[in-house]
């Protein structure tokens, strides 16, 4: 299995939106509606942020959005905060009870 | 709220065998319900599954970690634990324990353990 594809970087000012994509196959992404989101502080563990395409576990934020067509996935962040600059990882259920991530997101808070 | 904590050496020698313990609290691993989970980070790079067990023993893998890992369950412990066989420099990374939920998403981390593979 390969790992999901990503921008290594993204940015926006505070209050802009920013979407975040994550490309798979149809073995992975595409396959199924078991994508996640998690956000990386550094020296952090990730954070989960988005579970299952597009529902939020409670705590984070209704700014933190997820969707998902065909092979590809997005994470769409509105009204930036500097809070939000971390390194946002993807990740699908890729059959057989196998994970695959990500390579990762930058977000800079301009 | 689960907690989980890794615990195992942070230096390894080339060749040698990485052992790793995750324990578990607030929570019981025979409850069954979730998977158990390794996932390591290379140094400044993303993040890779490395595999998961059930409580009843049943254990999946990254093909390709699978030819050198053993990840095994130990619930009277409430401990779950990862092998990793002939080490090397490129197994030095960030090793993380994880609470996976049925849908494969990670609930829980523990807050990782950095082993390094030298001489």
């Known amino acids: 299995q390969s790992a999901l594809t990503q921008p290594p970087s993204a940015s926006g000012s505070p209050g802009q939106s920013v979407t975040i994509s994550c490309t798979g196959t149809?073995?992975?992404?595409?396959?199924?509606?078991?994508v996640s989101w998690y956000q990386q502080h550094p020296g952090k563990a990730p954070k989960l942020m988005i579970y299952d395409v597009n529902k939020r576990p409670s705590g984070v934020p209704d700014r933190f959005s997820g969707s998902k067509s065909g092979n590809t996935a997005s994470l769409t962040v509105s009204g930036l905060q500097a809070e939000d600059e971390a390194d946002y990882y993807c990740s699908s259920y890729a059959g057989n009870n196998n994970l695959v991530f990500g390579g990762g997101t930058k977000l800079t808070v301009l | 709220q689960v907690q989980l904590q890794e615990s195992g050496p942070g230096l390894v020698k080339p060749s040698q065998t990485l052992s790793l313990t995750c324990t578990v609290s607030g929570g019981s691993i025979s409850s069954g319900g979730y998977y158990w989970s390794w996932i390591r980070q290379h140094p400044g790079k993303g993040l890779e599954w490395i595999g998961s067990i059930y409580y009843s023993g049943s254990a999946y893998y990254n093909p390709s970690l699978k030819s050198r890992v053993i990840i095994s369950v130990d619930t009277s412990e409430n401990q779950f634990s990862l092998m990793l066989s002939s080490m090397t420099a490129a197994d030095t990374a960030v090793y993380y324990c994880a609470t996976t939920d049925t849908n494969g998403f990670i609930i829980y981390w523990g807050q990782g353990t950095l082993v390094t593979v030298s001489s």
């Open positions: 149809s073995s992975d992404v595409g396959g199924y509606s078991y």
